[in-house]
């Protein structure tokens, strides 16, 4: 069991199968810690642009979570839960080391989900993130 702040402690049950990618099976939040819920980022651009790339949108997606996170005064150590929406074919491992590749060493937990589209049709990811640090 390692723990990444004195009040979240994330776990990977011996009796279950070993993480398959970059999270943790689960992570206990003690008490003083505020909380932030990020909703779904899209590999938009700033501007608006959006590339056809589904590795490039991946990019921007987390380069939003990032620029939420600093507004909350956070940074990825203190996610704790990602839900990652996916469009079309995607290149798992590549997917996986691209995540992990972001997260550093950290791992929150995960859920990744393959999905029919999302809100416009260029649209290939979208990743919603909750986070908490000591209050």
Do not use: C
């Amino acid at each position: 069991m390692v723990t990444v702040t004195a009040m979240k402690t994330p776990r990977n049950p011996e009796s279950v199968h070993p993480p398959l990618g970059a999270y943790s099976h689960q992570i206990e939040i003690g008490d003083g810690e505020r909380m932030v819920v990020i909703s779904g980022q899209v590999g938009m651009t700033p501007d608006g642009n959006m590339p056809d790339d589904p590795f490039e949108q991946l990019g921007i997606v987390f380069d939003n979570l990032e620029r939420n996170l600093e507004a909350a005064e956070m940074d990825f150590s203190d996610v704790v839960k990602l839900t990652i929406y996916l469009v079309g074919e995607w290149d798992t491992t590549a997917r996986r080391k691209a995540v992990a590749e972001r997260l550093g060493t950290h791992r929150p937990t995960t859920t990744v989900v393959y999905v029919a589209g999302l809100a416009a049709p260029a649209m290939r990811i979208e990743i919603e993130a909750w986070a908490s640090r000591a209050a």
